[in-house]
């Protein structure tokens, strides 16, 4: 079975990576002082933006911020995948359970029993739900 959630959720980060990446290192940090600057120069001025707190809003949502995101959201998708994907032994009773949400009981049976409906996964897709295909089934809990 292919992980189509895992695999659109990596190239949207992927997405977002290359995005922040293409601003050159020496301005992936953000200042505001009226004006938003760029790096550690106060002759970087990165744009006038004229809209009521889109200013704060972008410098809080800079570059560097998307970088260290995209690898959280990596970290995430490690953790909550298909068992199979991290035992190598396909096969199994319980392979498209979501290794990350765990297993309870006295026969260790998996949280959740198929990845897709894995709450974390979820809550990584819905951050996308304006992006070519996304599905509306990744929208619920």
């Known amino acids: 079975m292919t992980d189509e959630q895992a695999a659109w959720l ?15 290192e020496k301005d992936r940090t953000w200042t505001l002082d009226g004006t938003i600057r760029s790096g550690s120069s106060t002759d970087d001025v990165v744009d006038w933006v004229y809209i009521e707190g889109a200013a704060e809003h972008m410098v809080l949502n800079d570059p560097n911020r998307a970088l260290r995101e995209a690898g959280l959201k990596r970290r995430i998708l490690a953790i909550h995948r298909r068992r199979a994907d991290i035992t190598g032994q396909p096969g199994g009773t319980f392979d498209d359970c979501c290794h990350g949400c765990g297993y309870e009981g006295d026969c260790d049976d998996p949280v959740v029993g198929n990845v897709n409906d894995c709450p974390e996964r979820h809550a990584l897709a819905a951050v996308y739900d304006d992006r070519p295909g996304y599905q509306e089934m990744w929208s619920q809990p």
């Not at 190239?11 to 995005?19: F, G, H, M, P, V």
């Open 10 to 24: 990596h190239a949207q980060i992927d997405e977002d990576e290359r995005t922040a990446l293409r601003v050159p």
